[in-house]
């Protein structure tokens, strides 16, 4: 076979692959400046490779200048060639420095490791169709999904998410029961807890290390009083009558989505609503194939699938499953209504009554 090839084209693509692959390469000299606080240093103001290494710490000056260029290349910080000194913008403070900007990305770049660690994992479920346990894929993949949703969540929760549901916040100020389940390292739990104080909340998780780290959270942030935090999987959770469900981007997660929504059902007070957070996406693929889509269909394809695909039932409904299909699992588990409450670029927020 012979194509013709188009130079222009490319010339282009081969671009675009160049740009690509200087992300990928990033990853390691990103996790080891947010890790030595080299970002943090640099926040303090401009300073050159000498400065920068004396306040992180006394690091080796080598290594802090290859590093510091490496990031002017990637556009991670900036480069005064004349004064041969870096420094942050205030942009680049938030993706880098500030923990609690919406788009602070630390998280982002460990998940990126974590889903190259689990790679060989991965791949020989392509030939053999099963999964991988949660807690089998990577050393931290939990610390780092933990951290990758967080600045959503610190920056959503309160301020729109829960307002957007049918009285709920109103029951949350008043004095409400909680289950926040698939809670992970319980981030999401805890923000609850700190705004709503008259409630009690219990977050669940199957994972036992994800429910060890959320428990010293609780107890770092003294919130141990109101939030308890319980192995289960989301099926078998014992107690009930809870007025609000809520479950942050896990359901695509789970092996039997319709049988959890099921059990969700049963575990609700009368009057009670399910808030179901999930990653935003189209109904048909071709709406996904987008920078957004882009992260999420390459971490479904290591993370979410795998992870269904290793329990009962393996749904494997992927992250990028879309509202449709969500909502009719949802009310095959028994929900008469679900609606899309409100959403953001990377989720999309359910209410399943
Ligand atoms: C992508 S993580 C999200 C964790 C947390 N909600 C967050 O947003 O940071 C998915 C979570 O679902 C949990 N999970 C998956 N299947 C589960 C099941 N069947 N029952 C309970 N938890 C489950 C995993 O242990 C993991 O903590």
Redesign the pocket.
């Given at each position: 076979m012979s194509a013709t090839i188009d130079q222009e084209k490319l010339h282009a693509f081969v671009g675009k692959m160049l740009g690509d692959l200087g992300g990928a390469l990033s990853v390691p000299t990103a996790r080891i400046g947010f890790r030595l606080g080299l970002f943090d240093a640099l926040a303090q103001g401009p300073a050159s490779a000498e400065e920068l290494a004396t306040r992180a710490g006394g690091l080796h000056v080598r290594y802090v200048r290859e590093w510091a260029l490496a990031q002017a290349a990637n556009g991670f910080v900036d480069f005064d060639a004349g004064a041969d000194r870096f420094a942050l913008s205030p942009e680049q403070e938030m993706v880098f420095v500030n923990r609690d900007s919406p788009v602070y990305l630390a998280g982002a770049f460990e998940m990126a490791a974590a889903m190259i660690e689990a790679e060989p994992k991965v791949e020989e479920c392509f030939r053999n169709g099963r999964g991988v346990r949660?807690g089998d894929h990577a050393g931290c993949l939990?610390c780092a999904?933990?951290a990758f949703?967080r600045p959503g969540?610190v920056n959503n929760i309160v301020q729109s998410w829960i307002p957007a549901l049918d009285g709920v916040e109103a029951k949350l100020k008043a004095g409400a029961r909680v289950a926040d389940?698939?809670?992970?390292?319980g981030?999401?739990t805890l923000l609850m807890a700190q705004a709503y104080p008259e409630s009690r909340f219990t977050g669940?998780?199957?994972?036992e290390p994800?429910i060890e780290d959320a428990r010293r959270h609780a107890s770092d942030h003294g919130l141990d009083d109101r939030v308890r935090f319980e192995v289960?999987?989301?099926?078998e959770i014992p107690e009930g009558n809870y007025d609000l469900v809520t479950?942050?981007?896990?359901l695509h997660?789970?092996?039997d989505p319709r049988g959890?929504a099921a059990h969700m059902r049963r575990i609700l007070a009368p009057g009670g609503s399910w808030m179901i957070v999930e990653p935003i996406a189209g109904d048909s693929a071709q709406d996904n194939l987008n920078p957004v889509g882009r992260l999420y269909y390459n971490a479904s394809t290591m993370?979410?699938v795998p992870?269904s695909l290793d329990?009962e039932v393996g749904e494997g409904l992927g992250a990028q499953a879309g509202e449709a299909r969500l909502s009719q699992i949802v009310r095959e588990g028994g929900f008469i209504s679900v609606r899309r409450v409100t959403e953001g670029p990377f989720n999309m927020v359910l209410e399943a009554r």
């Open positions: 949660w939990f999904t933990g949703f969540y389940v698939g809670c992970g390292v981030f999401s669940y998780d199957f994972h994800s289960s999987t989301a099926k479950m942050y981007d896990c997660d789970m092996g959890c993370i979410c992870t329990q």
